[in-house]
């Protein structure tokens, strides 16, 4: 039987600075890690016999005669977020048993307030809706510094970027002032930092300088300056970012894109890196697929809900459009200095002051590693504009069944302007919208045994590679 109920205060407004980083989303759908702030406290407070939690945006419309007349209520707001869940738990086991209302602070601010039974907890909603306060409250004091304050942005700052979705092979930890990237991969961290000092000067301007490089028995990593503002793949997943930031964010990008180091190759050499970059690396990695044991769950989800018979299938569509697409178009066979992962993960941008800057590059360890095609960089974005590879990171999709009992794709964000101005660039900048795109196809089918650890993402991936085949398709 209930006896406590968390009541999670999510009818608070986000307002100021706070929304250049959440949009239109409220504290409590705001997401970290794919899931909504709600979520996550719903998963702290399920282990917890007793007590129960709903969220609540309105509270005109909240009915407190479903509860039972001695229910403790636990009023929170959704601005304060829990960081430490363990002393959090400790503290609903210890309310459960309070005999007196409670204020619940941390470190001086208010952050809810506990109610010992229904009739006191109507009083303080009356005052609450009107007043917003939490000054009715007449009781004991607790003062636990375990709560972050959502509503100030330099702690919203620190407390959402500290949730970088790094894959499970990275790991980050830092401070208010730095940020140490660390992994069991030491060649891969070898390369990220060493690729920084071997750029041209003109090009170091645009990157998060690393420093102080170790190694030791069991991994590697480096440390950089926390950046001041949130990676653009926050934002954009939060709808904080609109059409004029957007084209703002593109300004910047293209002009980096056409001020990188670049040289004259010959077409034997162009073609080497082409073949490199979008078709046997694709190979490889589908190879690296079909080998780890969750293949066969991916492999009968193919299977039985798209047109394909095979991952194999898949590949085969897409290097038959490659072969046809090359053929007809002709590109100027150059090659540049590249980052090799330009996506809005990993692009730091603000928008008070218009400055960008890149981090986690695909790294190098000699200057022949930092040469490139020019479209892998533009397809990398392309990926997060046009083929919403953030959305993923987030969970912010799903995969239904349609009427023909065959997988379909839903991503909750609508991109169709995104997609319009992005072509704009792509036309102002020389490049390509059709090879873009099937580029980032090849990015997707490549991406796949890397996120092997999320069988439902990977199959997401598979749909979306046949979507932006089709769209190819149509388009050759």
Same mark, same amino acid.
């Given at each position: 039987?209930?006896?406590?109920?968390?009541? @999670?205060?999510?009818?608070?407004?986000?307002?100021?600075?706070?929304?250049?980083?959440?949009?239109?989303? =409220?504290?409590? &759908?705001?997401?970290?890690?794919?899931?909504t702030?709600?979520?996550?406290?719903?998963?702290?407070?399920?282990?917890?016999?007793?007590?129960?939690?709903?969220?609540?945006? *309105?509270?005109?419309?909240?009915?407190?005669?479903? $509860?039972?007349?001695?229910?403790?209520?636990?009023?929170?707001?959704?601005?304060?977020? %829990?960081?430490?869940?363990?002393? #959090?738990?400790?503290?609903?086991?210890?309310?459960?048993?309070?005999?007196?209302?409670? +204020?619940?602070?941390?470190?001086?601010?208010?952050?809810?307030?506990?109610?010992?039974?229904?009739?006191?907890?109507?009083?303080?909603?009356?005052?609450?809706?009107?007043?917003?306060?939490?000054? =009715?409250?007449k009781?004991d004091?607790?003062?636990?510094?375990?709560?972050?304050?959502?509503?100030?942005?330099?702690?919203?700052?620190?407390?959402?970027?500290?949730?970088?979705?790094?894959?499970?092979?990275?790991?980050l930890?830092?401070?208010a !002032?730095?940020?140490?990237?660390?992994?069991?991969?030491?060649?891969k961290?070898?390369?990220?930092? =060493?690729y920084?000092? +071997?750029?041209?000067?003109?090009?170091?301007?645009?990157?998060?300088?690393? !420093?102080?490089?170790?190694?030791?028995? *069991?991994?590697?990593?480096?440390?950089m300056?926390?950046?001041?503002?949130?990676?653009?793949?926050?934002?954009?997943?939060?709808?904080?970012?609109?059409?004029?930031?957007?084209? *703002?964010?593109l300004?910047?990008t293209?002009? #980096?894109?056409?001020?990188?180091?670049e040289?004259?190759?010959?077409?034997?050499?162009?073609?080497?890196?082409?073949?490199?970059?979008?078709?046997?690396?694709?190979?490889?990695?589908?190879?690296?697929?079909?080998?780890?044991?969750? !293949?066969?769950?991916?492999?009968?989800?193919?299977?039985?809900?798209?047109? $394909?018979?095979?991952?194999?299938?898949i590949?085969?569509?897409? +290097?038959?459009? $490659?072969?046809?697409?090359?053929?007809?178009?002709?590109?100027?066979?150059?090659? /540049?200095?590249?980052?090799?992962? %330009?996506? #809005?993960?990993?692009?730091?941008?603000?928008?008070?002051?218009?400055?960008?800057?890149?981090?986690?590059?695909?790294?190098?360890?000699?200057? &022949? &590693?930092?040469?490139?095609?020019p479209?892998?960089? /533009?397809?990398?974005?392309?990926?997060?504009?046009?083929?919403?590879?953030?959305?993923?990171?987030?969970?912010?999709?799903?995969?239904?069944?349609?009427?023909?009992?065959? $997988?379909?794709?839903?991503?909750?964000?609508?991109?169709?302007?995104a997609?319009?101005?992005f072509?704009?660039?792509?036309?102002?900048?020389? @490049?390509?919208?059709? +090879? /873009?795109?099937?580029?980032?196809?090849?990015?997707?089918?490549?991406?796949?045994?890397?996120?092997?650890?999320?069988?439902?993402? %990977?199959?997401? #991936?598979?749909?979306?590679?046949?979507?932006?085949?089709?769209?190819?398709?149509? *388009?050759?």
């Open positions: 039987m209930t006896k406590l109920v968390v009541v @999670y205060d999510d009818s608070i407004k986000v307002e100021g600075r706070v929304k250049t980083i959440l949009g239109n989303k =409220s504290f409590g &759908d705001m997401v970290l890690k794919r899931r702030m709600f979520t996550r406290l719903k998963k702290m407070v399920q282990p917890i016999k007793g007590v129960d939690v709903v969220v609540v945006k *309105n509270f005109d419309r909240f009915d407190l005669n479903i $509860f039972t007349s001695d229910t403790i209520f636990f009023h929170l707001k959704a601005s304060a977020a %829990v960081v430490a869940p363990e002393d #959090f738990a400790v503290l609903l086991e210890k309310i459960v048993f309070t005999k007196n209302n409670i +204020l619940v602070k941390n470190n001086d601010m208010v952050v809810g307030s506990v109610l010992k039974n229904r009739t006191e907890y109507a009083r303080f909603l009356q005052d609450y809706i009107h007043q917003g306060t939490f000054s =009715s409250v009781g004091v607790i003062d636990m510094n375990i709560f972050a304050d959502l509503t100030d942005y330099n702690t919203l700052l620190m407390f959402i970027s500290s949730g970088f979705d790094a894959r499970f092979f990275n790991s930890q830092g401070d !002032y730095t940020v140490t990237k660390r992994s069991a991969d030491k060649k961290m070898k390369m990220e930092y =060493s920084y000092w +071997l750029l041209p000067d003109a090009m170091k301007n645009w990157m998060v300088m690393p !420093y102080n490089y170790t190694e030791t028995e *069991n991994d590697a990593s480096y440390t300056e926390r950046m001041p503002m949130t990676d653009i793949a926050i934002r954009w997943t939060h709808g904080a970012i609109d059409n004029v930031e957007l084209r *703002n964010i300004d910047k293209f002009y #980096f894109l056409a001020h990188r180091v040289k004259k190759v010959s077409g034997e050499e162009y073609e080497k890196t082409r073949n490199c970059l979008y078709v046997e690396k694709v190979k490889k990695r589908v190879g690296e697929l079909k080998r780890k044991p969750e !293949y066969e769950i991916l492999a009968q989800l193919i299977k039985s809900g798209t047109e $394909f018979d095979s991952i194999d299938g590949v085969e569509f897409y +290097l038959e459009l $490659f072969s046809k697409i090359i053929k007809k178009r002709k590109v100027l066979p150059r090659s /540049v200095i590249g980052h090799g992962d %330009v996506f #809005f993960a990993n692009m730091l941008y603000s928008k008070e002051l218009n400055l960008l800057r890149l981090i986690d590059p695909k790294g190098a360890l000699t200057e &022949d &590693d930092l040469w490139t095609d479209y892998y960089d /533009v397809a990398k974005l392309s990926h997060s504009v046009c083929g919403n590879y953030d959305f993923f990171n987030t969970g912010s999709y799903g995969i239904e069944l349609d009427k023909d009992m065959c $997988f379909i794709l839903i991503v909750h964000y609508n991109n169709e302007k997609k319009e101005i072509k704009e660039y792509l036309a102002k900048n020389g @490049y390509d919208y059709v +090879l /873009v795109r099937l580029y980032e196809a090849s990015l997707f089918l490549s991406m796949l045994p890397l996120h092997i650890d999320n069988i439902h993402k %990977v199959f997401g #991936f598979v749909l979306n590679a046949i979507g932006i085949l089709k769209e190819v398709e149509a *388009n050759v």
